[in-house]
Structures are given as structure tokens and as C-alpha cells.
T-cell receptor
Framework: KAGVTQTPRYLIKTRGQQVTLSCSPI?????VSWYQQTPGQGLQFLFE???????NKGNFPGRFSGRQFSNSRSEMNVSTLELGDSALYLC?????????????FGPGTRLTVT | AQSVTQLDSQVPVFEEAPVELRCNYS??????LFWYVQYPNQGLQLLLK??????LVKGINGFEAEFNKSQTSFHLRKPSVHISDTAEYFC??????????FGKGTMLLVSP
């Protein structure tokens, strides 16, 4: 079974631009969560989608948004990029929304903002 | 709200030696606990999890962890490490659903 895939793997953007990252969960998984990983702040939860609905949201500004499609694929968008948005963005999928179900992580998208 | 503290940012150890990576958590309600490993340029892989039941949890790659409620700890151990265990290890906690709170991570450096 294919794992979680994230595209693109690497991205360089300029301050002020916007960016869209994509995540394809494991087949059959309906929950997708997004995390931001930086050396200073570590891993921080962005949001979770389940059946096209946002179930949980972390403490990030409104510039960070996401959505989930009917096939469970998810995208996250960051508008008006800032230098501090440079990070590894990780996507994780699970069968359903619930802690008893293991989250499977993708390899991440490395975003660099210059 | 819950929080996680990983007391060591780096742990150097020689190959075949035992290792313990420390994790303490804070929460006012019952928690579920996880250890993840991250190899360079990769995502996170689940090593083991504590949901309920036996406080000694065995995971993949020979790792185990013990949940200690009175000390609010969930330390990760391995009796004999290999070079291939060099990676960053994250402790995580949740009180339910899919929102995980991660510690800052501990870099395990195994040398020959």
C-alpha cells in the first residue's frame, strides 16, 4: 500500500507570495492533519480535516488555510508569505479521526521563503 | 492544555550501549502518549504508543517505553543501540482525537 505522499518536496518562494502544498493520504484514510516543523518551535499542529470538514485547528494566523477534497486529498495554502514561514510542512493521515488510530506521516514539503 | 518536555536535546552514545530518552508531560486529564522517530529528510514514524493497559509498551526496532503516571513520564529505552538508530526522537501527547502535542525532540547520536 502506498504511503502518504506530499508534493512538492521542496519549494522556494519570495516574501509576500502565496503557496499551496498538497497531500495525498493512504488509500482509505479519511483524516488528514498538517504540522509545521521548525528548529525553533519544533512540531506544531496546524489543522485536521475529516470528510472534507475541518475538525481541529491550531494556533496559527488566518494566512494559513486548508481544505480536503472528496477523495480525501488535502491542500494547505499560505498567503502573504513571511520569512518565518520557512519550515518543513508535514502531513499525516489516519483511518478515522481519533487517537486510537495511528497517524502515518508523509516525507514533508520543505518551504524556504526568501 | 497539555505539554511535553524532552529533557535532553542530544544524547550521544556508543554502539551496543543502552540508552534512555526522557519525556515528561503535563496534563490535567488522562492522556495518550506516543514516541516517533524521524530520520534525516523523512517524515515521522511511530515507534510505540500508550493508550491504556500495561504501562510497559514495546515498539518497533527493539524500543520500549514505560508510562509512569505518578511521575508523569514516558521514557523511551533500548538495551543495545545500533548506528542505524541515529535519528531524532519525538515524544507526543494527546488527550483525545488527532491533535498531537510534540516535545522539542531528542537527537540520538550513536557512534562506533
Amino acid at each position: 500500500k502506498a504511503g502518504v505522499t506530499q508534493t512538492p518536496r521542496y519549494l522556494i518562494k519570495t516574501r509576500g507570495q502565496q503557496v499551496t502544498l498538497s497531500c495525498s493520504p493512504i488509500s482509505g484514510h479519511r483524516s488528514v492533519s498538517w504540522y509545521q516543523q521548525t528548529p525553533g518551535q519544533g512540531l506544531q499542529f496546524l489543522f485536521e480535516y475529516f470528510s472534507e470538514t475541518q475538525r481541529n485547528k491550531g494556533n496559527f494566523p488566518g494566512r494559513f488555510s486548508g481544505r480536503q477534497f472528496s477523495n480525501s486529498r488535502s491542500e494547505m495554502n499560505v498567503s502573504t508569505l513571511e520569512l518565518g514561514d520557512s519550515a518543513l510542512y508535514l502531513c499525516a493521515s489516519s483511518l478515522v479521526s481519533g487517537v486510537n488510530y495511528e497517524q502515518y506521516f508523509g516525507p514533508g514539503t520543505r518551504l524556504t521563503v526568501t | 492544555a497539555q505539554s511535553v518536555t524532552q529533557l535532553d536535546s542530544q544524547v550521544p552514545v556508543f554502539e551496543e550501549a543502552p540508552v534512555e530518552l526522557r519525556c515528561n508531560y503535563s496534563s490535567s486529564v488522562s492522556v495518550y502518549l506516543f514516541w516517533y522517530v524521524q530520520y534525516p529528510n523523512q517524515g515521522l514514524q511511530l515507534l510505540l504508543k500508550y493508550l491504556s493497559g500495561s504501562t510497559l509498551v514495546k515498539g518497533i526496532n527493539g524500543f520500549e517505553a514505560e508510562f509512569n503516571k505518578s511521575q508523569t513520564s514516558f521514557h523511551l529505552r533500548k538495551p543495545s543501540v545500533h548506528i542505524s538508530d541515529t535519528a531524532e526522537y519525538f515524544c507526543a501527547v494527546t488527550t483525545g482525537y488527532s491533535t498531537l502535542t510534540f516535545g522539542k525532540g531528542t537527537m540520538l547520536l550513536v557512534s562506533p
